[in-house]
């Protein structure tokens, strides 16, 4: 009989975020790269509670991942299979940087990328000798396994795919650097191909943080990814992460629009060059704030919306200053307006400062992970009381996605593109984000 391996998406279901709304949940490509790599005589099945809460299924081996703000929630799943006997093995960004911590509620812990250790993880099981500690190392993404798209649930409106892994830019805050590595690393463009045309969704998220790379090499697979999908006719529309660097060239831009690119994130961060460098948003520091509303209409033109994040509560912040980030945000060029708390997660240095200063607010972990999930104030900034800050954040909030201030982007963003689909990718974006913060 085959063995049977289960891999579960864990969600914290009292702090949903996002995941409230059907049209900004994403399948765990992670887990299905890892189903991939699983030999074919085993059984596979995901349990993802995206879409419904976890209930037993047996078991010979159970994979589970998690970010931070659900960490506990995977805690949990798995202490009910390490009842019956059944090994379980955690990966994913929050188990790779509180090894010590997953140890304690799991059997085995897989640090960093799965490629280059999965396979030993499942012949260590069938042979009864599950070690405790599986550490991934970087490789070259060439020959990358597609993920088990057939395992994901049918009512995600997007399917992710990944064409890069790493970022150079290492910002204070995030934990990508740590978990993925700073070199930058592509796929092959025809594999990436190769893996589209498999894919019947129409709607693609291009996972990666910044899709066009850094540096002439890497804007020339992006390119050739973008022309090739429109030669190959696959007809997709997409939303994509980059860096400001994707407004440079407009070739790539025009490219990206024909193959079907209809929004891009851009982690703005701030409107201000002093709160770029205290998070160290080099790029953005270099090319100086006032290069938004330049980048904002190139991209516009080639006629992709554009979603600009933004963060509040950095130390220099203060309450005048966050009023003056929201008013910046409602009358910029930007289409979709995204804010959130500065959030230490660990394994960046952002964590490390704020633990060795004291200022983190809640630290009964694992227990107080649940916190940070980006939409709560977990530190003490320099600037103002957290409890200034939350209020402040609320105030925004309902300044930012009143209904008309969402229309009149939303016209703005179909008269800027001249593209439809834009202006609803956008528009559905800012209802979203709205969402999230009246219901805090």
Same mark, same amino acid.
């Given at each position: 009989?085959?063995?049977?391996?289960?891999? &579960?998406?864990?969600?914290?279901?009292?702090?949903?975020?996002?995941?409230?709304?059907?049209?900004?949940?994403?399948?765990?490509?992670?887990?299905?790269? &890892? %189903?991939?790599?699983?030999? /074919?005589?085993?059984?596979?099945? $995901?349990?993802?509670?995206?879409?419904?809460?976890?209930?037993?299924?047996?078991?010979?081996?159970?994979?589970?991942?998690?970010? !931070? /703000?659900?960490?506990?929630?995977?805690?949990?799943?798995? %202490?009910?299979?390490?009842?019956?006997?059944?090994?379980?093995?955690?990966?994913?960004?929050?188990?790779? !940087?509180?090894?010590?911590?997953?140890?304690?509620?799991? *059997?085995?812990?897989?640090?960093?990328?799965?490629?280059?250790?999965?396979?030993?993880?499942?012949?260590?099981?069938? /042979?009864?000798?599950?070690?405790?500690?599986?550490?991934?190392?970087?490789?070259?993404?060439?020959? %990358?396994?597609?993920?088990?798209? *057939?395992?994901?649930?049918?009512?995600?409106?997007?399917?992710?795919?990944?064409?890069?892994?790493?970022?150079?830019?290492?910002?204070?805050? @995030?934990?990508?650097?740590?978990?993925?590595?700073?070199?930058?690393?592509?796929?092959?463009?025809?594999?990436?191909?190769?893996?589209?045309?498999?894919?019947?969704?129409?709607? =693609?998220?291009?996972?990666?943080?910044?899709?066009?790379?850094?540096?002439?090499?890497?804007?020339?697979?992006?390119?050739?990814?973008?022309?090739?999908?429109?030669?190959?006719? $696959?007809?997709? @529309?997409?939303? @994509?992460?980059?860096?400001?660097?994707?407004?440079?060239?407009?070739?790539?831009?025009?490219?990206?629009?024909? /193959?079907? @690119?209809? +929004?891009?994130? =851009?982690? $703005?961060?701030?409107?201000?060059?002093?709160?770029?460098?205290?998070?160290?948003?080099?790029?953005?520091?270099?090319?100086?704030?006032?290069?938004?509303?330049?980048?904002?209409?190139?991209?516009?033109?080639?006629?992709?919306?554009?979603?600009?994040?933004?963060?509040?509560?950095?130390?220099? *912040? !203060?309450?005048?200053?966050?009023?003056?980030?929201?008013?910046? +945000?409602?009358?910029?060029?930007?289409?979709? +307006?995204?804010?959130?708390?500065?959030t230490p997660l660990p394994g960046t240095r952002l964590f490390a400062q704020l633990q060795d200063e004291e200022r983190l607010l809640y630290t009964d972990f694992p227990r107080d992970w649940e916190r940070y999930d980006m939409g709560e104030a977990v530190h003490r900034p320099q600037g103002m009381t957290p409890e200034v800050l939350t209020q402040v954040m609320g105030e925004s909030g309902q300044r930012m996605y009143a209904w008309p201030v969402l229309a009149r982007k939303a016209l703005r963003t179909l008269w800027e593109t001249r593209n439809p689909m834009a202006a609803m990718f956008a528009w559905q974006s800012n209802v979203n984000y709205r969402t999230v913060s009246t219901a805090r």
């Amino acid at each position: 009989m085959a063995r049977k391996l289960v891999l &579960v998406n864990p969600v914290n279901s009292a702090r949903t975020g996002l995941t409230v709304n059907k049209s900004s949940r994403f399948p765990p490509i992670g887990l299905g790269i &890892v %189903a991939a790599l699983t030999p /074919a005589h085993w059984d596979v099945t $995901l349990l993802d509670e995206n879409w419904a809460p976890f209930v037993y299924q047996d078991a010979d081996l159970v994979g589970i991942t998690a970010f !931070t /703000a659900s960490a506990n929630r995977a805690y949990e799943i798995a %202490a009910a299979y390490q009842k019956q006997g059944v090994p379980v093995v955690m990966g994913g960004i929050h188990a790779s !940087t509180c090894i010590e911590e997953a140890l304690r509620f799991v *059997d085995a812990v897989v640090v960093g990328e799965a490629e280059t250790v999965w396979p030993q993880v499942v012949a260590d099981v069938e /042979a009864g000798r599950l070690q405790r500690i599986y550490r991934g190392v970087w490789t070259d993404l060439a020959g %990358a396994p597609h993920p088990r798209r *057939d395992l994901f649930h049918p009512g995600y409106m997007f399917t992710s795919v990944q064409t890069s892994r790493g970022c150079p830019m290492d910002c204070e805050f @995030c934990s990508v650097t740590a978990f993925n590595g700073q070199r930058y690393r592509r796929r092959p463009p025809e594999e990436v191909l190769s893996e589209l045309e498999t894919i019947p969704q129409k709607m =693609l998220f291009f996972v990666d943080d910044n899709i066009i790379g850094y540096g002439k090499e890497s804007r020339e697979q992006a390119l050739a990814i973008f022309r090739r999908m429109v030669e190959r006719r $696959l007809d997709k @529309c997409w939303f @994509c992460q980059a860096s400001l660097n994707f407004a440079d060239d407009e070739e790539v831009l025009r490219w990206a629009a024909r /193959a079907g @690119c209809k +929004m891009v994130f =851009l982690g $703005l961060e701030a409107e201000e060059a002093d709160a770029l460098a205290e998070v160290n948003k080099r790029l953005n520091l270099q090319r100086g704030v006032e290069s938004y509303e330049q980048a904002f209409r190139r991209i516009h033109r080639a006629g992709i919306a554009v979603l600009g994040a933004f963060i509040f509560g950095m130390d220099g *912040d !203060t309450p005048e200053k966050l009023r003056h980030r929201a008013a910046y +945000m409602v009358r910029s060029g930007i289409d979709v +307006m995204q804010k959130t708390f500065l959030t230490p997660l660990p394994g960046t240095r952002l964590f490390a400062q704020l633990q060795d200063e004291e200022r983190l607010l809640y630290t009964d972990f694992p227990r107080d992970w649940e916190r940070y999930d980006m939409g709560e104030a977990v530190h003490r900034p320099q600037g103002m009381t957290p409890e200034v800050l939350t209020q402040v954040m609320g105030e925004s909030g309902q300044r930012m996605y009143a209904w008309p201030v969402l229309a009149r982007k939303a016209l703005r963003t179909l008269w800027e593109t001249r593209n439809p689909m834009a202006a609803m990718f956008a528009w559905q974006s800012n209802v979203n984000y709205r969402t999230v913060s009246t219901a805090r």
